[in-house]
């Protein structure tokens, strides 16, 4: 269920057209517990982002919203944040210093699928569905 909002001051055009896929699987690599067919990214350009550290606006920029039904502790927060931005200053060009990202862990009633909440499929014996199972990552 994991799921990450990436903005970027990036054109369209310069991104690469496996830039979600790479993304999804790093974070397959990096979350506890998370199937990478239930990672979603949805990827947003063109986008307008001013920060302090580049105060002419010169360089390109870019955050995360990530949000997930755990997988957001203090320690897989500090595990996901430098492989992020490696990946991100790798594809993107985009430096350590202008890529932020907010990580939010989601209770159950906070997120819907198949028109029902998480919570209730889970209550219905369908935690399978949404990879509650553990699988070994490569």
Known sequence: MPWLEFYTTLPASKIPIDFQPKLAKVLYQV?????????????????????GTDPDNNQPKAYG????????????????MPVLA??????????PQE?????TDLPKDMYGVNGKIFHDLLI???EQFFGNQTETKP
């Open 99 to 103: 890529f932020r990202m907010f990580f």
């Open 124 to 126: 219905e014996g369908k």
């Open 86 to 95: 490696d990946h991100v200053q790798q594809e993107l060009g985009i430096s």
């Open 65 to 80: 919203v990530l949000r997930t039904i755990g997988g957001v502790t203090l320690e897989d927060n500090r595990r996901t």
């Open 31 to 51: 979350l506890p517990n998370k199937q990478l067919q239930r990672i979603c990214v949805h990827l947003v350009t063109d986008q307008n982002i001013y920060t």
